[in-house]
């Protein structure tokens, strides 16, 4: 359901900034609650990232960036590369940009179809007093016609969903391990344990 129209920007689709979004509304709540129980399934720290891995950063609603991304390294997709390469996305996937919804339901949904190849990590955007500010509220405001306030608005249940999202990963191999997260970790974190009890 999100998949198909999602990627169909990689076929040369127009997408327009503050248009309708092409997603119902309680199909997306649906997504997100969905995501919110496989997020708080996984361990704060995902521990299994075997290389080869594409890492992904910031992608802050750039919606045309990642289909570029996807365009010049390929797509998880079946036809694509998904059964050979896992994702890992660092965070901050709204704000700034025109088409957050665009990217966290495409993230999402292919963390749903995909959820061992496909992980998120949460970002300092991927909460709700960040991002009712620096542009997600705003957009789901306007595109979705929502008060942003209603606990059963779909940035209220992406945003539960943020909430239950790991905050680091680490890539292992025989040879190395790299840990990977949004940020820093600041200087009261000593230890990967002292991560994972937050």
Not at 22 to 49: G, M, S, T
Not at 173 to 197: L, M, N, S, V, Y
Request: glycine share 8%; aromatic share 10%.
């Amino acid at each position: 359901m999100f998949l198909k129209p999602l990627l169909k920007a990689k076929e040369g689709q127009d997408i327009k900034p503050n248009g309708d979004f092409p997603c119902k509304r309680e199909h997306i709540i649906e997504l997100a609650n969905e995501c919110a129980q496989v997020f708080a399934a996984q361990p704060v720290v995902i521990k299994e990232v075997r290389p080869p891995v594409k890492i992904v950063g910031d992608l802050h609603g750039q919606y045309i960036d990642l289909m570029r991304f996807f365009d010049l390294w390929k797509a998880p997709s079946d036809t694509g590369d998904i059964h050979a390469y896992d994702y890992l996305f660092l965070g901050n996937y709204v704000d700034k940009g025109q088409y957050s919804l665009e990217v966290i339901c495409l993230l999402f949904a292919l963390k749903l179809k995909y959820p061992k190849q496909i992980m998120l990590l949460r970002g300092n955007h991927e909460d709700k007093h960040v991002n009712r500010y620096l542009g997600f509220g705003d957009e789901c405001a306007k595109r979705l016609g929502e008060d942003i306030n209603d606990p059963n608005s779909v940035f209220a249940k992406i945003n539960e969903a943020f909430e239950q999202m790991p905050l680091a990963a680490i890539v292992a191999d025989k040879q190395q391990r790299i840990f990977c997260c949004h940020g820093g970790i600041g200087p009261t974190i000593q230890d990967i344990e002292a991560i994972e009890q937050i």
